[in-house]
């Protein structure tokens, strides 16, 4: 790039200046876009200018840029390295790609610069929490807590890593404490209600998880819904009630058979899902109309989020309904998926090895690369003889099919699989599925087959502390980490199993 004429130039960095003062103005006024186009037209005139990357980074993180956040703050420090809020802001917009090491670097680097930056450390021990490192989770927090015992997003964050180090009593008087500092508290009570779930109190944990609408606005599927919310105060018979997806695949799977219920009550019931959902939706009993987001609602006269209705129909854990199966695959599809597998041999086991990233949310991202796991994990299954595996996998994990642990035979036809009316339909021809915790393991479970759930240490609060079985699901068995992040001891349970399993089968199929 040619120089600047020196008669040019300074006219050039007045203009910038003057960029520069306008850009900071509408940054501060909330109006971020407007910021960023001129702060890329000062760095077209002043590429070392390490306040407008500076600014130009934190637009784009605050607009939902993370990948463009961290170019700019790695060009502001490469102009300055010693700018602990840039380390912060860097280490935030990593954490928000899921790069959570070198988030988990830059925090470090923020903190060595400035030793007494709580917001680093906040941020230090939600990444350790994100890696699952628990225990330096805690110290971190712990130390927080000490220096700022009145703060209740600490000890709201103090009693999360608490509760992730198997000290539930402790975490539960620090999530109270928290709701003591600050009543309105929109994440510690969300919080406590998972842990009093977790803990076996559905009722008590339900009425307090209704606080998940004040953490996060848009949980659901972004209608805006003018009926009154029902959540079991009135009757509903005569009554049409919508039912509508606030969550998950997996959430959607686990609480649409409440549908049965509100229809044994006397209304009719609409239910509204997401797309690859609809189909196999059809064969949930006693549904009247299955709508997606992008149809029109029909009419009705009350509504209830699928996640509330536990809360609607004062569900304890000894009311579950679990009468499987509640949903089912179309027989002509089943037909379809036998005639594939025809030449697959001995006991087939789908499996799923990982969950869908989520990319967007830290904690999203988080939880998603704690439950899952590669593909080679799952090797020592390949040593129980009479076993042929086939993928159930979804989304950029599947790839991993095509190179499976030495010994294992893989059957991969994931590419036909169009929505989940047809995972239904594969799953019907199976004798077995092996799953992390993912929506396959929810359908398999509903749909009554046998399911081994491979849970990860921070459990989710459904799958209850030292059971493994599920009241949700009576044909499901759950292999828990017992370490964070240690699979390989689920895997070595899960084969002992499997060869029980076969060995059981075998029994029942001998001739008198």
């Not at 704690?370 to 129980?384: F, G, K, N, Y």
Request: some cysteine; aromatic content about 8%.
């Amino acid at each position: 790039m040619p120089k600047l004429p020196t008669a040019v130039a300074p006219i050039l960095v007045g203009r910038s200046e003057v960029l520069m003062g306008r850009a900071k103005g509408l940054y501060l006024s909330g109006q971020r876009d407007e910021a960023i186009g001129l702060l890329r037209q000062v760095l077209t005139f002043d590429t070392m200018n390490a306040e407008a990357a500076s600014y130009l980074g934190m637009a784009y993180a605050e607009t939902g840029q993370p990948t463009l956040a961290i170019e700019q703050f790695d060009n502001t420090l490469r102009i300055d390295p010693n700018l602990p809020l840039i380390w912060l802001c860097r280490g935030i917009a990593l954490s928000d790609t899921g790069r959570f090491m070198d988030a988990l670097a830059s925090f470090d680097r923020a903190i060595a610069l400035r030793p007494d930056y709580d917001e680093a450390q906040v941020n230090r021990a939600a990444t350790l929490y994100h890696l699952g490192r628990f225990v330096e989770a805690r110290a971190v927090a712990e130390a927080l807590v000490r220096r700022l015992p009145e703060d209740p997003a600490l000890a709201s964050g103090h009693a999360m890593t608490l509760q992730w180090c198997g000290e539930l009593d402790a975490a539960m008087k620090e999530y109270s404490r928290a709701i003591a500092l600050d009543p309105n508290d929109a994440t510690a009570h969300p919080n406590r209600a998972m842990l009093t779930m977790y803990l076996g109190d559905l009722p008590g944990g339900y009425r307090e998880y209704e606080w998940r609408w004040r953490q996060r606005a848009g949980l659901d599927s972004g209608r805006e819904h003018l009926r009154p919310l029902w959540l079991g105060e009135t009757e509903i018979s005569g009554k049409t009630l919508l039912l509508y997806y606030e969550q998950g695949l997996g959430d959607t799977l686990q609480f649409c058979r409440y549908a049965i219920l509100a229809a044994r009550a006397g209304a009719r019931v609409i239910l509204e899902v997401q797309e690859p959902l609809a189909r196999l939706m059809t064969t949930l009993p006693f549904v009247d109309r299955i709508v997606t987001g992008d149809e029109p609602l029909p009419d009705h006269d009350l509504r209830c989020p699928m996640v509330s209705l536990p809360l609607a129909f004062d569900t304890t854990l000894e009311t579950v309904p679990a009468e499987i199966p509640y949903l089912s695959a179309d027989p002509a599809d089943v037909a379809v998926w036998r005639n594939r597998l025809r030449a697959v041999p001995g006991l087939r086991v789908g499996v799923v090895w990982a969950g869908n990233s989520r990319f967007g949310s830290a904690e999203l991202m988080a939880t998603d690369q704690r439950r899952s796991m590669p593909l080679h994990t799952l090797a020592p299954l390949a040593s129980v003889a009479g076993c042929s595996f086939v993928s159930l996998q979804a989304g950029p994990p599947a790839g991993q099919a095509t190179s499976p642990p030495a010994g294992m035979i893989l059957y991969d036809h994931t590419d036909l699989l169009g929505d989940f009316a047809d995972t239904a339909a594969l799953i019907e021809t199976l004798d077995l599925v092996i799953s992390v915790d993912t929506s396959v393991a929810h359908l398999a479970g509903a749909m009554g087959k046998p399911v081994w759930l491979l849970n990860r240490f921070d459990s989710c609060w459904r799958w209850l502390p030292h059971r493994d079985d599920s009241p949700w699901y009576p044909t499901m068995r759950l292999f828990h980490q017992t370490t964070p992040g240690n699979w390989d001891n689920v895997a070595r349970r899960v084969v002992a199993a499997l060869r029980e399993f076969l060995a059981a089968r075998a029994l029942c199929e001998r001739p008198d």
